[in-house]
C-alpha cells in the first residue's frame, strides 16, 4: 500500500504565494544594547549653587567688599549649604554610574 498525500502542506501553499512566515528565531528576543553611559551635565545647578558662596567667601578674603557680622555669619551658613550640595551631588552621581556598570 502506497502513502498517498492530500494536498500541497500549508507552508507550501503560503510560499507559494509569497508570504512567509518567520520561525522560531525570530521570536528570540535581542537585548538592548547600550554603549555609553547617558550624558550628563559637567557641571550641575547643585554644583553652580554651591559655588556662589564659596565665591563670595574668596571676594571677602582678597578684599573686593566687606561683610558686616550678620552677613559674615550668613555666608558661613550657606558655605555649609554649598558643602552639603556638592557631597549630594557626588553620591548621586556615583550612584548612576554604579548603576550604569551593573547593566
Known sequence: ME??????????????QGIEIPGPEADA?????????P?????????LVGSVPI???LLTAFGVYTLT???????????GGGAALFV??????????HAFGKR
Open 69 to 79: 557680622a550678620d552677613q559674615q555669619e550668613a555666608l558661613t551658613l550657606a558655605l
Open 55 to 57: 565665591i563670595a567667601k
Open 29 to 37: 528576543v535581542e537585548p538592548d544594547v547600550v554603549t555609553a553611559p
Open 88 to 97: 549630594a551631588d557626588a553620591v548621586i552621581r556615583f550612584g548612576r554610574a
Open 39 to 47: 550624558a550628563k551635565p559637567d557641571i550641575t545647578k547643585a554644583q
Open 3 to 16: 502513502a498517498s498525500t492530500v494536498g500541497p502542506s500549508n507552508d507550501d501553499l503560503l510560499a507559494q
